[in-house]
């Protein structure tokens, strides 16, 4: 079965950088865009960009660009999203999705909270 | 992009169907026939109900169902059960490979 496990709890201070994983299993991970969504505490669900792992190719919401970028290493079937110049505002939990073969997400990561504190 | 609007609350008895609303624009929701729709029960990852409008993965109960007309979306759950109750989540393809997300609606089961 599909499973993507991401890396564990961050807490980064203000202005640093963080980069969390997301192992896929059950399926090719080059057979599928990854997405990354963030939902801050009580908030509601912001789409933060994709990757094409079989080419490399990204797309970022235009918020984050300049400071999100999204890799992968397919000998690992891993995938990355670093966030940089953290502020207090990026405490959320990040998610890793696997694209169904449409715009939407038909298996989600379990969450990786990223705390932002000085 | 500007998030999609959707009600920040639903309710309706066990038993009884209830409607949750989404409106975009005709360049996300009115534009593409890609909408999705989320359920999310708390501290749990989001889980996909219906893509594409009105189409339901594998192992969806078919009480749920999706469509939309114009610029606005719809998921109804109809024979409201108790594990219905979680937050709904709309999305769209919102043009120039990019996504966009509704604010998210509370569905309470009375």
């Known amino acids: 079965q599909v499973q993507l496990v991401q890396s564990g709890a961050e807490v980064k201070k203000p202005g640093a950088s963080v980069k969390v994983s997301c192992k896929a299993s059950?399926?090719?991970?080059?057979?599928?865009?990854m997405h990354w969504v963030r939902q801050a505490h009580g908030q509601g669900l912001e789409w933060m960009g994709w990757?094409?792992?079989?080419?490399?190719?990204?797309e970022y919401a235009q918020k984050f660009q300049g400071r999100v970028t999204m890799t992968r290493d397919t000998s690992i079937s891993t995938g990355y999203m670093e966030l940089s110049s953290l502020r207090s505002d990026d405490t959320a939990v990040y998610y890793c999705?696997?694209?169904?073969?449409?715009?939407?997400?038909?298996?989600w990561g379990q969450g990786t909270l990223v705390t932002v504190s000085s | 992009q500007s998030a999609l609007t959707q009600p920040p609350s639903a309710s309706g008895s066990p038993g009884q169907s209830v409607t949750i609303s989404c409106t975009g624009t005709?360049?996300?929701?009115?534009?593409?026939?890609?909408v999705s729709w989320y359920q999310q029960h708390p501290g749990k990852a989001p889980k996909l109900m219906i893509f594409?409008?009105?189409k339901r993965p594998s192992g969806v109960p078919d009480r749920f169902s999706g469509s939309k007309s114009g610029n606005t979306a719809s998921l109804t759950v109809s024979g409201l059960q108790a594990e219905d109750e979680a937050d709904y989540y709309c999305?769209?393809?919102?043009?120039?490979?990019?996504?966009?997300f509704g604010g998210g609606t509370k569905l309470t089961v009375l």
């Open positions: 999305s769209s393809y919102a043009g120039s490979n990019s996504l966009v």
């Open positions: 999705g696997k694209s169904y073969g449409g715009p939407g997400l038909d298996h």
């Open positions: 594409e409008v009105s």
């Open positions: 005709t360049s996300d929701v009115g534009g593409y026939e890609y």
């Open positions: 990757i094409n792992p079989k080419s490399g190719d990204t």
């Open positions: 059950g399926y090719t991970l080059t057979d599928r865009h």
